[in-house]
């Protein structure tokens, strides 16, 4: 059977603004001439890691690759490490970059919109085979062991329209500001997919401090959405300063306290959405949290339980069906509520890790003779701890090399050196022995 | 290990108290080197912690346009820096 046709960009008005930086727009005609410039230009591979952290750079590099048939590999952090092993698993790729980055093994090519020059024809919106694989993002935040998930562009097109349904942006015309990067898969679907997709503008910065969302929001036009995560909301919130009106929040990569939600509201008196999902999964779920805990699956998806206590979700935009990390229950409506991470995965400031991986890294280390994460009581820890053996070395040594192979917001706070792990007689170690063992060097 | 300016102990100590870091003192800290990753190993949850509580504690708002988080962030010596000529009269 021949393969569907799906656009890769929503084209209706070509004249419309698209990508907005400071102040400047760049419309939809002018960017889909530079991307087709891009695509142009770039060498015969099968994939290239899109690097970009300019969402503009970002989407011509998206586009231009997929244009191209070529996978655009999204890597979960740029801890050199990770990058290695992704140029390395993906022989004869390169990369697609802001600028580039120094010791690194593989060709990259700088994003430059200056050198692109815009063409005034508007050509009509590209259309790419529906099975195309478009993307590849990764599942876990910490380790060269994060699992590839390979998203079509069937996937990604419904998924984005299912997304726009649930927050109600189908037809809206305003404009996107997030904090996320594009790399990861809420990022890629809400700051990358939807504005591809809808008729949403998108301001191209990734702004971080209060003070800088305060500005691009200021001079973005009305009305605006901000699209972020509860670390930054919790900031923007603590800084007290006064905000621009805002048509709408959305928050991810980890659940927000009701309590925060309700304030957040009320400070920037708006609606908040919360959006559940995963990188396996894209968003599948919302919730207005100041309103209720429970979670609205998207339209079309389905749970369905998976043996004992876990859960798979089919239908939508999935091709298969996909089991989830989460505990959950449903309630009697066609809700769920959240109950709880498996015990293996931590998540810290949104990144995902299994302790597992932590803790085969941290043993990877030249000189380490044995160690541990210590696992944490909550499944979203402000940091976490370890204890390691490494005669010789010194605890600042250890965290040298470990932050080459995992991102730094798992690296342990505090690391404990000592002269032996309390492994059991089996040489297993026991979180509560652990604890104790811990509490004792203090 | 080079002298502090009293602005740089004062700074110091905020870092450490805003990010808890119980197991250093400011004489640890060396205000040549790199806050971030190499020297105190701090990353982005620490920089708008640290943001925070250099809004209250000198009345400016940290913003990453005028100048690159890296710079500001380069040494306890350049975050002194730029609190002395951001900081509210």
């Known amino acids: ?442 | 290990m080079a002298e502090l300016s009293a602005l740089e102990q004062e700074v110091g100590q905020l870092i450490i108290d805003a990010l808890n870091l119980e197991e250093i003192s400011v004489a640890d800290i060396d205000p040549e080197a790199a806050l971030f990753r190499d020297g105190l190993g701090l990353d982005s949850i620490d920089a708008l912690e640290l943001a925070l509580a250099i809004s209250r504690q000198y009345g400016f708002q940290l913003r990453s346009d005028d100048q690159s988080n890296a710079e500001i962030f380069a040494s306890l010596r350049a975050l002194s820096v730029h609190v002395a000529q951001h900081r509210a009269a």
């Not at chain 1, 059991?424 to 509490?439: D, Q």
């Open chain 1, 1 to 442: 059977m021949k393969s569907e046709l799906l656009p890769l960009l929503r084209h209706h008005d070509s004249d419309a603004p698209f990508i907005w930086r400071q102040g400047q727009a760049i419309s939809r005609a002018r960017f889909l001439a530079q991307a087709r410039q891009l695509a142009a230009r770039l060498p015969e591979a099968g994939a290239a890691i899109n690097l970009c952290e300019d969402r503009y750079h970002f989407l011509l590099a998206f586009v231009a690759l997929a244009l191209r048939g070529q996978v655009n590999l999204l890597p979960p952090d740029r801890a050199p490490h990770t990058l290695a092993m992704l140029a390395e698993a993906h022989p004869g790729s390169y990369a697609l970059v802001d600028a580039p980055l120094a010791g690194m093994a593989f060709v990259q090519l700088t994003v430059s919109p200056d050198t692109l020059p815009s063409i005034s024809d508007a050509p009509s919106a590209p259309l790419i085979p529906a099975d195309q694989t478009v993307a590849t993002v990764f599942t876990s935040g910490s380790t060269g062991h994060s699992q590839p998930n390979h998203k079509s562009w069937a996937e990604l097109y419904q998924g984005a329209m299912l997304n726009l349904a649930a927050l109600g942006l189908h037809e809206a015309d305003g404009t996107l500001l997030a904090t996320v990067p594009a790399q990861h898969m809420y990022g890629l679907e809400l700051s990358v997919l939807l504005p591809l997709l809808s008729g949403l503008a998108v301001e191209a910065g990734r702004p971080f401090f209060p003070a800088d969302l305060q500005h691009a929001l200021s001079i973005l036009p009305e009305p605006r959405w901000l699209i972020s995560t509860p670390l930054h909301l919790r900031s923007c919130l603590r800084a007290e300063m006064v905000w621009p009106p805002l048509a709408g929040i959305v928050s991810a990569t980890a659940p927000l306290d009701p309590d925060l939600a309700t304030q957040l509201e009320q400070w920037f008196g708006c609606p908040l959405h919360e959006i559940y999902g995963s990188s396996e999964t894209g968003a599948i779920a919302t919730r207005r949290t100041a309103e209720g805990q429970a979670w609205q699956l998207h339209a079309g998806l389905v749970l369905q339980a998976d043996g004992d206590a876990a859960w798979r979700v089919s239908g939508g935009h999935l091709a298969a069906p996909v089991r989830l990390n989460d505990r959950l229950a449903q309630t009697p409506d066609g809700c769920f509520r959240l109950l709880g991470r498996e015990r293996d995965l931590i998540k810290i400031a949104g990144k995902r890790a299994s302790l597992a991986d932590l803790n085969r890294q941290l043993l990877a280390v030249p000189g380490v003779v044995d160690g541990s994460f210590v696992p944490p009581e909550e499944a979203e820890p402000s940091r976490l701890q370890a204890v390691v053996v490494a005669p010789g070395m010194t605890a600042r040594a250890v965290l040298d090399a470990l932050q080459l192979r995992i991102d730094a917001a798992f690296l342990p706070r505090p690391l404990h050196l000592v002269e032996k792990l309390p492994r059991n007689p089996t040489g297993k170690l026991h979180r509560e022995v652990l604890c104790g063992f811990i509490a004792s060097l203090k």
